[in-house]
């Protein structure tokens, strides 16, 4: 995040601060724009409940690092914030904290809730969104920006988590809710 504006690095930081009560309130809002948006496209109810309960269980991970009583990966997960572009691999990550890589993924998905894997995948996409919210930068852009491969990976991460895709996301933002 070294050559991003400094407004973005400070949002994904400060997003990663909330209370986690905060965090609960912001999660159920995205809940309810997900389900308002699967009713305007047309989807049947039991679409939207597979589609609910696959974004809850993505959801669970960003919450998951505020929710956290222990703060052993509180460094980690800030400087996993800052740094989107570099290997942040579950061996990589590891080795910045001094664990084995077996060791490491078994005691952060306990502290944490979740998976390094699904916790990185998180922060990614909540970068992307400020980005997509903030800028009007190409969708490639951002998802470079963002620590994705690619346009593609960025798109499976945010139907995955959200619902729909990149493009989408931003179109909504500029309709009137």
Known sequence: MKDEPASTRQSVLAGLALDARQRCLVAMEELKNHIRISLTNGLTVRQIEEATIEAVAYAVPLAALTL??????????????????EDLRV???????????????RVYSK???CTPAKAVEAIRVEAAKRRLEETEDRIESVA??????????MRCAFIRILGIPPREYRKRLSQPP
């Open 68 to 85: 956290s009583k222990s703060n052993t990966f509180d460094p980690l997960d800030r400087w996993m914030a800052e740094h989107l572009k």
């Open 144 to 153: 470079e920006q963002s620590g994705f491969s690619g346009e593609e990976q």
């Open 111 to 113: 502290k944490r809730g």
């Open 91 to 105: 061996d990589a990550l590891a080795g910045r904290v001094h664990m084995s890589p077996r060791n490491f993924a």
